[in-house]
């Protein structure tokens, strides 16, 4: 079971390069989301999907796009780098959207993010 | 909107003993799901607990277990026996029944266990 998939492991951007993100699942979740994690404040939603061709924002949204053209994939663009983007970013998925809204999120193993 | 506090940055526990996280939220609902993640070095993100709201009955899960406290919006993680692969972040998080499955977490304290 590979689960939740993330690549890079480690990515170093001078700013105003541009790179995506990648996060594959193969637990046919509906449900796929990106949090990041800086110190002090946990981990907050940038983006979520709730299935294929539908995204929506979360709470740090600006700096970042995303897409769902597939159940598996969900990308995660940074189009112009700043340092502020620097952190640890995390995708996850959950099966079902509201009726099940208590099924556990799956991560993946996260992705360190420098922006110098 | 709901918001998430550990108030603990950090903790540390001697092996074998007791030690007990602190979580507080505030929400204005009345159903949802609360959830203890740890992170160990690898950075991983580990689902220990959950807790449903309208569940009276506390969660346990082997040496963790919580004290949900609905009226006060607290939701404290008990680890009894505490090992050394215990040592890790752990972070808080709250589930909100509505619009789908978006977790809001609190800022995580750093589980230290002393040998």
């Known amino acids: 079971n590979a689960g939740v998939t993330q690549t890079p492991k480690f990515q170093v951007l001078k700013t105003g390069q541009s790179m995506t993100l990648q996060c594959a699942q193969d637990?046919?979740?509906?449900?796929m989301s990106w949090y990041r994690q800086d110190p002090g404040m946990g981990l907050r939603l940038i983006h979520y999907?709730?299935?294929?061709?539908?995204?929506d924002q979360g709470e740090v949204p600006n700096g970042y796009n995303v897409s769902r053209s597939t159940t598996e994939d969900f990308p995660l663009r940074l189009l112009s780098a700043a340092p502020s983007q620097t952190s640890v970013y995390f995708c996850?998925?959950?099966?079902?959207?509201?009726?099940?809204?208590?099924?556990?999120?799956?991560f993946g193993n996260g992705t360190r993010l420098t922006v110098t | 909107a709901q918001t998430v506090t550990q108030s603990q940055p950090e903790m540390s526990v001697q092996e074998a003993e007791t030690v007990t996280l602190s979580c507080t939220y505030d929400t204005s609902e009345s159903d949802y799901y609360l959830f203890w993640y740890k992170q160990p070095p690898s950075r991983q993100m580990i689902l220990v607990i959950r807790?449903?709201?309208?569940?009276?009955q506390n969660a346990t899960e082997n040496r963790f277990s919580v004290n949900f406290q609905k009226a006060a919006k607290s939701f404290s993680l008990k680890i009894s026996d505490s090992q050394l692969g215990d040592a890790a972040m752990y972070f808080c998080?709250?589930?909100?029944?509505?619009?789908?499955?978006?977790?809001?977490f609190g800022q995580g304290t750093r589980l230290t266990i002393n040998p």
């Open positions: 999907s709730v299935g294929a061709g539908i995204t």
């Open positions: 807790q449903e709201a309208y569940k009276q």
């Open positions: 998080a709250y589930r909100s029944p509505q619009g789908a499955q978006k977790l809001v």
């Open positions: 637990m046919n979740h509906e449900y």
């Open positions: 996850a998925s959950s099966a079902g959207t509201d009726g099940l809204f208590g099924s556990p999120l799956h």
